[in-house]
């Protein structure tokens, strides 16, 4: 009789929200301009060994977030783009990983506006300074891509600034 060894589970982690950030680009008038947001609640179970296995879930708390420089950020939040009166919070629920933990996609559901579309952000994994190799109990989840603000009805403003935005998050994570 042939045996084969259990597939471990997915490892839970929990989010260091004061060192995880998002940083997002976007163009005003021309020029490039950086913002940043705040990653509210994760819930993150990771399989380093195969990620395919993975499960991602986030809430980005978009009340906090800065675009910059003040009439931008106003502009933001306002109505006609975020309406962070009536919509605080961004959400990604992943449902597909491939690759590696070196290069990944992570193809999920976002919802911004009340209006939830796919998305495909590239991700890596990378462990923390000053850990040791092998040691998987601190790690950082580094995923990059772009998005068209208007698929989400945030198109206010768009004589003033551009419908992409760019995304750089990075998460900080311990397993629980």
């Given at each position: ?47 380093v ?24 950020t ?78 989400y009805?945030?198109?206010g ?18 397993r629980?």
């Open positions: 009789m042939i045996t084969c060894p259990a597939l471990a589970a997915p490892v839970r982690y929990t989010l260091d929200r004061e060192a995880s950030r998002i940083n997002f680009t976007y163009v005003l008038n021309g020029n490039g301009m950086k913002g940043k947001a705040v990653v509210d609640t994760a819930d993150i179970l990771l399989d060994d195969r990620p395919s296995r993975s499960k991602v879930s986030a809430v980005i708390d978009m009340t906090q977030a800065n675009a910059g420089i003040f009439f931008a106003e502009a933001m939040k306002g109505a006609q783009v975020l309406d962070t009166d009536r919509f605080p919070t961004i959400r990604f629920q992943s449902e597909k990983i491939e690759g590696t933990v070196e290069k990944a996609t992570i193809t999920g559901n976002l919802t911004i506006r009340d209006v939830t579309r796919t998305e495909r952000f590239s991700a890596q994994l990378f462990r923390q300074q000053g850990t040791e190799l092998g040691d998987r109990s601190r790690l950082s989840i580094l995923m990059t891509g772009t998005i068209d603000r208007r698929l009805g945030a198109d403003f768009l004589n003033f600034v551009g419908p992409n935005i760019g995304l750089e998050i990075l998460t900080r994570i311990t629980a």
